[in-house]
């Protein structure tokens, strides 16, 4: 690495207001080398991403490509300057057929064909629609295009993600060639198999900076889960004996090799009341599909659901929530009404049923709803609208909705995320609660360190199946990490 | 989010908007007032005889029948604000309370009236059950299904025209009563519409069907995830909204005493401005019943004066039609709603 690299991005901040998503980032990549970025779920890869392909621009920070100082105003421009992104889902017009896309980025046809045969992909015509290809394909004819623009610098994000094993292989290779040949590479991935089979060095984040480079080698990946990590503080285990006895009898929610295609491979495990059953997982590894399945939000493709014993089928949330299983979502944007009431807000499931369209059962509402707001000690200062709160009252509404109507099984999916400390706080003792009294909790957190906080043990979900299951008392930071990252061998269901 | 953090440094007019959004009402009534008193100062004495030296502080005459041409508009607002709330509309309020006219004029004399009026109703929830199933199952969207039936329902009533052209038309007494009729000087549509406002008022408020208007309006993901089936709620509100439509017409027939086949129709684009000007968003979410009646009675006043203008009925036609869309667009505009 003597000559100049060919991307050097330094000191790179991007903040949203008070949200400082990304504080000191860098990446260089030589000519000629593949570089993983690496980091964990909250680290700031993505806005990173998005500021070296121009998707965003950066507060401060130098991005240069070749020598030349890149203005990364557009993706237009990041191509032009001669980084060219790949992501997991394509960037391919589905109206349009082959050559129409390959027109609209005035992308060489004969390079394109010679690379989607490189890749193994057989029998595809220039007047196929791109809606009626496999999305396999799709991220191949992806990749072939971006080869094809013949790019300085190639950013794969995140595309081998539920890309069949041979095709794996298929896109490692070339891109192995294509380095071999002068590219550079920045290579976005949690899979350390990929990462240690093609990169020669991984950049880690961490809260937003660049915290280590190194080398890949036998033992890197140890090297790697801590830097992700940090040092934390311990925050000490939680007695989970009384839960270790409840677990016997029928389950109250028992998940049987459930898929829903194509994230969500096989995963089963068995929630007992009583329990905070935690899930531990990367971004994309199948947990949306599975609490949207759960939930009644979408259709499983295999396996079945056992309620109490009985098998279940929900296609409907109403159907899920008529067999106990309340759903909070990770984006609170999706379950409040905005502009309604705190009280409306928790009442919302009282009136879904026709039966209850009449008139208002205005005292039985108001016990119920106080009842929520004083348990979660919501602040309704600002009674008018739920849009006027803050992030953490208004997660404690959504969660307040199915303490008023009485809990059976919650699926809690990452409820801390962005909300201030004090309410987290609040949140998982009232977790523990709702379990000792009887209730079931599916909890997905992106935190690593809530699954000794309020979980009884957690099931690590990696490429969309169970890879292990952990109880709390062993759930440090770095065995959930090397977990989450398919590092330990232990395959099997829970 | 960035609601949280308003400070005192907005400007009058962004204040104002806000008001006028948070308690529309208010605003509303000063302005109909002030157009009222524009009304006065054009034509002296319309308003208040006493300036012209005749008798009363307020002429009846002219408060019963800005109140007796409003009721039908506000009924059929009643429509727009309902199915808006849901970010719906109902574009075919007009064309089903003509037929309901029509059909309760032609019938009444040959079936007998209560069965016409029945028939009529029937008309008007068989619309709106159609206009359900678009919306809330097939999932069209409302403007194109409602303008669809609304076609549809007009090509009907042509039809039926043709074999109902011989057996001629009787409107039903107590209609032209409660159309026509006067009460202490206040038009009798009153004890007609009195309890429909209260009812509508009621149901917005106080009923969990109220309740899933709103919310299937806000967030309609939020709605499902509770468990709420939104087609139910849909089929219901746009059977509910072809009803009222279906009544409104019928109080239509007994003030015009005239059924034709375009009867009630020139009434959509009015109902549609009476919602929008009486706060509630075509977006959904937000929105007031008695917004829209004070809605309507604005527009009965500009009415009055475009016609005190004496204007040909093409340029008065026109100019209604610009002055509702500057309104709507003016008070869009000062509230930030949409």
Not at chain 2, 137 to 140: E, G, L, Y
């Given at each position: 690495m003597t000559d100049t690299p060919l991307l050097d991005a330094t000191g790179v901040a991007k903040s949203y207001g008070a949200v400082k998503a990304l504080t000191d980032a860098s990446l260089t990549v030589a000519r000629g080398e593949v570089v993983a970025l690496m980091g964990a779920n909250g680290a700031g890869k993505s806005t990173f991403v998005k500021i070296l392909t121009g998707a965003l621009k950066p507060d401060t920070g130098r991005i240069v490509i070749d020598g030349r100082e890149a203005r990364m105003g557009s993706p237009a421009q990041a191509r032009r300057s001669g980084l060219v992104p790949v992501y997991q889902e394509p960037s391919l017009i589905p109206d349009l057929d082959v050559r129409d896309n390959l027109r609209l980025g005035d992308t060489p046809v004969e390079p394109f064909r010679q690379w989607v045969e490189d890749l193994g992909i057989k029998g595809i015509r220039l007047s196929d629609m791109i809606g009626d290809l496999p999305l396999a394909t799709l991220r191949i004819l992806d990749l072939a295009r971006a080869l094809a623009a013949e790019p300085d610098v190639l950013l794969l994000d995140e595309m081998t993600a539920a890309l069949p094993t041979d095709l794996v292989e298929r896109v490692l290779k070339v891109v192995r060639d294509r380095a071999d040949a002068g590219m550079g590479v920045i290579y976005v991935s949690h899979r350390f198999t990929e990462i240690s089979q093609l990169c020669d060095r991984a950049s880690v984040l961490r809260d937003g900076r660049t915290v280590g480079d190194l080398k890949i080698e036998p033992g890197v990946e140890d090297r790697a889960v801590e830097l992700m990590l940090g040092e934390k503080i311990s925050l000490g285990a939680r007695e989970s004996a009384a839960a270790l006895a409840a677990r016997s009898g029928t389950p109250r929610l028992s998940v049987k090799s459930l898929a829903a295609a194509p994230k969500l491979q096989d995963v089963s495990f068995d929630l007992h009341a009583g329990e905070v059953l935690g899930v531990v997982a990367l971004e994309g590894q199948g947990q949306d599909e599975l609490f949207d399945v759960l939930a009644g939000f979408r259709k499983p493709t295999g396996g079945t659901i056992e309620v109490e014993g009985r098998p279940a089928r929900f296609a409907h949330p109403s159907e899920a929530i008529a067999a106990g299983l309340t759903y909070v979502p990770g984006n609170r944007s999706e379950a409040l009404l905005a502009q309604r009431s705190v009280r409306e807000n928790i009442a919302l499931p009282f009136s879904a049923h026709p039966r209850t369209w009449g008139p208002l059962k205005m005292r039985t509402e108001r016990e119920r709803v106080d009842y929520a707001i004083e348990k979660l000690q919501i602040d309704t200062r600002a009674q008018g609208e739920v849009q006027r709160l803050s992030g953490g009252n208004q997660q404690k509404v959504t969660i307040g909705r199915w303490l008023a109507t009485g809990v059976e099984t919650l699926l809690l999916f990452d409820p801390t995320r962005g909300i201030d400390v004090r309410t987290k706080r609040q949140i998982y003792p009232l977790v523990r609660e709702l379990a000792e009294k009887g209730a079931a909790v599916l909890f997905y957190t992106s935190e690593l360190a809530e699954v000794r906080l309020a979980c009884d043990r957690a099931v690590v979900i990696f490429n969309g199946r169970v890879v292990d299951v952990i109880d709390a008392a062993d759930a440090d930071e770095p065995t959930l990490m090397r977990a989450a990252y398919g590092l330990t061998g232990r395959e099997g269901a829970a | 989010m960035s609601m949280a953090d308003d400070t005192g440094t907005d400007s009058a007019l962004v204040r104002f908007g806000r008001l006028l959004r948070d308690n529309p009402i208010i605003p509303l009534i000063a302005f109909l007032l002030l157009l009222i008193v524009v009304l006065e100062v054009m034509r002296p004495g319309i308003v208040m005889p006493i300036r012209a030296g005749r008798d009363g502080l307020i002429s009846t005459f002219w408060l019963g029948n800005l109140i007796k041409f409003a009721i039908p508009l506000a009924m059929l607002a009643a429509c727009q604000v309902l199915t808006m709330l849901t970010a719906g509309i109902d574009l075919s309020v007009g064309v089903v309370a003509t037929v309901s006219a029509f059909v309760c004029a032609t019938l009444s004399s040959t079936l007998g009236v209560p069965e016409a009026v029945l028939v009529s109703l029937a008309c008007g929830l068989s619309v709106g059950l159609v206009n359900g199933f678009g919306v809330g199952?097939?999932?069209?969207h409302p403007l194109i299904m409602t303008l669809g039936t609304g076609l549809i329902a007009t090509g009907c009533l042509q039809v039926y025209q043709r074999f109902t052209i011989n057996s001629g038309t009787l409107i039903p007494g107590f209609l032209e009563w409660l159309g026509t009729g006067r009460t202490m000087g206040m038009p009798n549509g009153l004890y007609l519409f009195i309890p429909f406002a209260a009812f509508i008022l009621w149901l917005m408020r106080f009923t969990g069907f109220g309740r899933l208007l709103f919310a299937l309006g806000s967030n309609e993901r939020a709605a499902k995830l509770s468990g709420v089936k939104s087609w139910q709620v849909l089929m219901a509100l746009y059977a509910l909204s072809g009803l009222i439509a279906a009544l409104a017409g019928l109080l239509y027939l007994g003030m015009i005493r005239a059924p034709s086949l375009n009867l009630a129709n020139p009434l959509l684009l009015p109902s549609v401005a009476a919602a929008v000007i009486g706060g509630t968003s075509i977006f959904g979410g937000r929105g007031s019943f008695a917004g829209a009646i004070v809605g309507a009675l604005i527009l009965r006043v500009l009415d009055t004066m475009l016609t005190l203008m004496q204007m040909p009925e093409g340029a008065r036609t026109a100019l209604f039609g610009l002055i509702i869309l500057a309104v709507t667009a003016l008070y869009v505009r000062i509230t930030g709603t949409r």
């Open positions: - | 199952i097939v999932r069209v």
